[in-house]
């Protein structure tokens, strides 16, 4: 790995800056003392959540499901038949 002195790396920063973000990190050093190492920056991966189907086996659906309570909201769109 390739180490440079702070001089030297604000003369070439926009260089040096390519190398690394190509995935070649280097060190900067102060008086011969390294300093910081620069590498390319990676975004953590953005955590994928499965969402069709999460709650699978979780849930039971009865097979009526879409006639479930037809008579109660007729009842309260269009009253009671007898009156």
Do not use: C
Not at 8 to 37: D, N, Q, W, Y
């Amino acid at each position: 790995m390739d180490t440079f002195n702070i001089h030297e790396a604000k003369t070439h920063l926009s260089k040096l800056v390519e190398r690394a973000a190509k995935g070649e990190p280097f060190v900067i050093a102060k008086a011969g003392k390294p300093m910081v190492k620069v590498v390319p920056y990676a975004e953590a991966e953005p955590e994928v959540r499965p969402r069709i189907g999460f709650l699978k086996g979780l849930v039971d659906v009865p097979d009526d499901f879409d006639e479930m309570g037809r008579e109660e909201i007729e009842r309260m769109f269009y009253g009671d038949a007898e009156g």
